[in-house]
């Protein structure tokens, strides 16, 4: 192929040589000039209209191969065009392969433009949400899923938990969907079948509550008998430390079913009725209960100190919150020393308040405090055992504020004590002096 400048001057020295050759045979060199060059200019004109043609019609034209500079400039069209194609062809096997591949994952996959309308989706998205491409493509996608939840999550664009939404067809559907946006206008749902998860987790739910329930009264009668020979005085001395350790074990086995229970309860039912409670008088009889705990324990001398409650109203449900701070204060009476300060305190922050547990304790080590409210979990198995844990304090803790709408956040340090704050939405507070943290 030419280049542009030799190819321009090619054909001009070609023109002025024709023109004064001409010229000379005539005699007429400036007629001769302009007749050259309106010839030129109509032959131009004409290529052009076949040049034209061929970029329509892509056939073959002879009379554009009679000059180089259109010659040249069809072969570099023609080059282009062959590149072109072959990236095309390359870029719709990438397509293709990664069409092939999002339609072999185990998930489904929907592409929906700005306004929600679908516009792909994979053969899995098409099992699960039953869309048949002649009839859906293009549909609005809340016409075809009408559930509010989903609607509520798509318009709040809040995509940093998943949706899990219950479809009642033929069988029970559990799907957990993720939304993701897409920089060029859009978003990208993933959506995964979770129903066999959910139905194991039901499983496992309803076996640990009909498990306790069935240990319970065999396991109460057991201890009844054995505290009726050791109140009796009628056991030989030398059984009698065997039949009290038996006790002691049989009424930690009580507590642990007991606790099951509750969790199951809290797992497996729906919020109970939540009224106005005076934080004050809830924490106040929560320490009176705790009281007993410090004296089964010989922690005595253990301090207990309430502030800024008197003028805090908590919206929620007594017993659930009685058994929350029951639980945080009691860990933090038997891992704490005798002699140790326990503090229960308010305090209001941005959007929330904080009602926190903090003792001056040994404190728990960084490695475990994402792992404290999993069940049974604890830092010192030995120690638990002495003071009567179960392990599944913090776990009932973490399912009673869920239910508040509130989280469960754990500071500590190690021989610097620990803080367990209970974060809950403002919505849920009424104050009538506030106190704001620094």
Known sequence: ???????????????????????????????????????????????????????????????????????????????????????????????????????????????????????????????????????????????????????????????????????????????????GSVNQGGYIILIRDISHFQRLEEMRTDFVANVSHELKTPLTVIIGYIETLLENNTVPENMYRALANSLTQGLRMKTIIQELLILSNLETTKASEQTEIQLLDLVSQVISHTDRLKETILKTETKIISKNLDQTIIIGNWNELFSLFSNLLSNAIQYCPNGSTIQICFTLKGDQGIIAVKDNGPGIPHEHLDRLTERFYRVDNSHSRETGGTGLGLAIAKHILSRHDADLKIRSQVNDGSTFGCHFPKNRIILNSISEED
């Open 1 to 179: 192929m030419r280049r542009a400048g030799p190819t321009t001057i090619i054909e001009l020295l070609t023109l002025s040589t024709s023109a004064i050759f001409i010229g000379s045979i005539t005699g007429e060199f400036t007629r001769s000039a302009l007749a050259i060059s309106v010839a030129y200019l109509l032959l131009t004109i004409w290529r052009r209209n076949r040049f034209y043609e061929w970029l329509e019609k892509q056939e073959p034209n002879s009379s554009l191969w009679l000059s180089d500079m259109w010659r040249d400039m069809v072969k570099r069209i023609e080059l282009r065009q062959a590149a072109l194609k072959k990236e095309n062809l390359l870029l719709e096997r990438k397509v293709d392969n990664l069409h092939r591949a999002l339609s072999s994952l185990n998930v489904g996959l929907v592409k929906v433009d700005s306004d929600w309308r679908l516009e792909w989706w994979n053969g899995q998205a098409s099992k699960l949400l039953m869309l048949k491409l002649n009839k859906d493509l293009g549909t609005h996608l809340f016409s075809l899923i009408r559930n509010p939840a989903l609607r509520e999550y798509a318009e709040n664009r809040e995509f940093t938990e998943p949706l899990i939404l219950t479809l009642h067809s033929q069988r029970r559907i559990v799907l957990e969907h993720f939304i």
